[in-house]
Nanobody, 111 residues
Framework: QVQLVESGGGLVQPGGSLRLSCAAS????????MRWYRQAPGKQREFIAQ???????NYQDSVKGRFTISRDNVKNTVYLQMNSLKPDDTAVYYC?????WGQGTQVTVSS
């Protein structure tokens, strides 16, 4: 069964860091563009970052310089390193690829 499973969310103080992981149970993982989205309460789901099969990355402006997306094609996993977190980063974070969504992982930034 093809699926995406996120992990690594939690509660962190403003200015702190978290690293999210998304493990993909798919063949040919290295061939796919992987994306992260987030959805805050009462808001639409929004694009955060993506990494192509060639390793080219793209970010939403609000996270540039603070978030880094990377991938490990041996472990079939994509990561989102989040630094300098702000309360506005509070949301459920989702992994997306090949028409599939993960179940999401909650990130709460609060003092």
């Amino acid at each position: 069964q093809v699926q995406l499973v996120e992990s690594g969310g939690g509660l962190v103080q403003p200015g702190g860091s978290l690293r999210l992981s998304c493990a993909a149970s798919v063949s040919r993982f290295s061939a796919y563009t992987m994306r992260w989205y987030r959805q805050a309460p009462g808001k639409q789901r929004e694009f955060i970052a993506q990494i192509t099969s060639a390793g080219i990355t793209n970010y939403q402006d609000s996270v540039k310089g603070r978030f880094t997306i990377s991938r490990d094609n041996v472990k079939n996993t994509v990561y989102l390193q989040m630094n300098s977190l702000k309360p506005d980063d509070t949301a459920v974070y989702y992994c997306y690829s090949i028409g599939l969504w993960g179940q999401g992982t909650q990130v709460t930034v609060s003092s």
